[in-house]
Structures are given as C-alpha cells and as structure tokens.
C-alpha cells in the first residue's frame, strides 16, 4: 500500500562493500551453530561479490534467514531421488511508478535516488534458506558430488532479489484461469474497500525483453493486453473481480495475447534481454524458455540453461549443477576477470538500473591451482543426482496493491 511519501536520501558510506549488509536469522543456533556460522560468512562474501560489481549510492539491506522448510514451510523432498528447494528470495517490495508503468524493486528506487517515492520497506530484499540442504562451503575440503556451494546458491537468490525477474508469470492464483501466463496484475483498493482493476504490469526487467524470432519488443503485446476491456472496473471484493476476470477475460481478444506467451516462454531461445539502443538479436542475453510445461518463478526469469553452462555468464540458470563449486564454475567459464558477473548479467543489471563497479572480481579461482578431472566429477554428479539441482522458488512475490 502507499503510504507517506518521502525523500529519498543520498548520503553513503565512503566503503562501498558497507553498502550491501545482511540482517540474518539462524533458527537452527542450537542444533547446528557451526552451520550458522558458515552461513553468515557466506553471506558476507556474497556481499563483497556484489558491491565489486555493484556501485551502491544508498545501503541495501537483506533479511535473510535459515529455517528446517519442511517443519516451517511444508516444504519437503519428494522421495529419495526428488528435488529439494534450497532457498528463495525476491524484493521485499514492488513499487508501481506510474511514469513509466511499470513496476520497481525498491533497491533499483532507492540507488536511482527518486525524491519522492512510497515510504520503503525496512528491508530491500527477503531471502529464505532451507537448512536441510546439503551444503558445501570453502572451508570443508574438496565438494562432494552431492553438494551445493552454498555461496553461489545465495549469490544467485541475491540477484533475483536485485530485480532480475520478470513479472511475466503464472498469476492463476489471482486471476483464476490455467494455463495462461501475464505481466503482474494491479489492483488498487478504494477507502470504501472495493477493487480496481488496474491492469497488467511489467517489472522494469520486462522493458528490454525481446521476442528472439523478430526483436519485436514484449512491451508492445503488454500495451495490447492492457486494451481489455476490464482494465478499470470496480468490484465489491477480490472474489467478485476473479468471476468477472474468469467469465470475461477467455473471450476477449486478449486471451490470444497471453496464449501466445504462454507458447513463446515454452519454446526454446524464444526471448531474450536486448538493450533498446541494439537491433540485433545476436547481443540479446537469451532466457529460459526451455521448460515445458511452463514452470513458474523458473521460466523466463532465468537465463537459457544450455546457451551458457561453461560460460562466463553461468550464474542465473535456473539449476545449479551439484557437486561444482562456484569457483569450478568460474573456471569453467573461461576465468572471467568479474568472477561470477558475467558480461551480459551485469549489463542487464546496468540496464534496470544500476551503476556497474566494472573492478576485477577477486573471488576467483588461482590460476595456480591444479583441478583434476572437471569434466568427469561433473558428468558423475549429474548421472548419480540426475535432477537433484538447485530449484529456484521466489518465495516473496506477491501481487501489487495501492491504496487509491
């Protein structure tokens, strides 16, 4: 909900690494402190990553903890070969800017210094972790095939959190009709209490989205899809709009819209982030459209798992390979000099709205160090776990209300 407004501030520590800190919550002190401890070291790190690539003007701060998601969460492994989410995270806050209609991270706000903003969330970015993983952490020795770095795991949650997602996705919970994906749903809430529909809302992420076949811009099909006639109804309740929705929307000419996406995000290397000053589709930083049926939180808001496994641009697939450090991955990725921020990452997160640092990374591998057989531990993890990966959930996405 908006509430007071006020302006934003610009003072910033003279450290740019005090600029990303990271407020945690261990639930599993008394069982596992030595787990704790890693954890929070972990996340120090990641920080450091980040603000090396990252240059802050306003702090950010994370609220991360690690809790049992079985006990806390429901949460739990499906079977002894199923797959067990190991965390989640997303902006605390998703802030509506009617200027350029679209919806902000508050993080992206805050380092663009808009005077005049909703009063922000106390956290930038929420994030999850689930104790149970099989965590590996530099300290333990060499990985074991089973293992997930847990750094690179937080690492790429942090990303999200920084605002690389789409607000394409299945809203089916609040619109009530299968199959279908759209960019965010808003709704504005009257002091009366009724409803407004307020139409479909792209993250700024989705601005620079391009359809790979043509480099038509997705923009273009959100602006049709906002065509809909019940773009601007008042219902009574949430529960009266999701009838309206369910019995008006199927035969609207925009229903094609969304069964086209829905099409297109199953298709493999059909979209993909291009800068709007670029044409050509060959620069485009290509996302993952591969899954099929669509999964949600995974689909789109990830890069194309295939296109860049052994590159430098390997940190936001959608599955984190077990067994393969982040270092290993780094050095499969041909030693980049930004370590874990590959060229076409940092240049998406330059486009939403960030100022890259563009310093050399100094969390990489030694170039002294000796691996033996890379490539045989890898194809041993993936035969022995099979789909045993990394799953991202965005556990902290939610629709958009504003008091109207």
Known sequence: MVKNRKRASTAAPANNSDMFTVSFTCSVENENPELCRKVKNAFYTAGQIISSS????????????LVNFCTTRGICLDGPTGRLTLGGAGPSRLIPIEKDQRVYPQSILKQLNKENHPEYSPYDINALFNSEGNYWFEEDGPIKPNQSDFLFVILHELIHGLGFCSGWDDH??????????????????????QVIFGGFREFIFDKFMVLLSDGTRISNLTEELNKFSGVGTTHNSMDDFLNYFMNTFPSSPEYQIVQKMMNISTTPKSLGILPLNKTDIKDAFILETSLSPFLPKSSISHCDYITYTKSSDFLMRYLQDPGVSLKRSIRLGGNYVNGPIGPKLAETLSLIGYQIQNLPNTFKPNPNEIVIDDEINIASSLKAFNLNYLIIKFLFFYYIMMDF
Do not use: E, R, Y
């Not at 990252?54 to 903890?65: D, E, G, M, R």
């Not at 089916?172 to 209490?193: A, E, H, K, R, V």
């Open 172 to 193: 089916s919970d609040m619109l009530g009709i299968q199959n279908i994906i759209t960019p965010t749903p808003l709704f504005l809430t009257t002091i009366t209490g």
């Open 54 to 65: 990252i240059k802050l003007n306003t702090p950010l701060i994370v609220n991360a903890s």
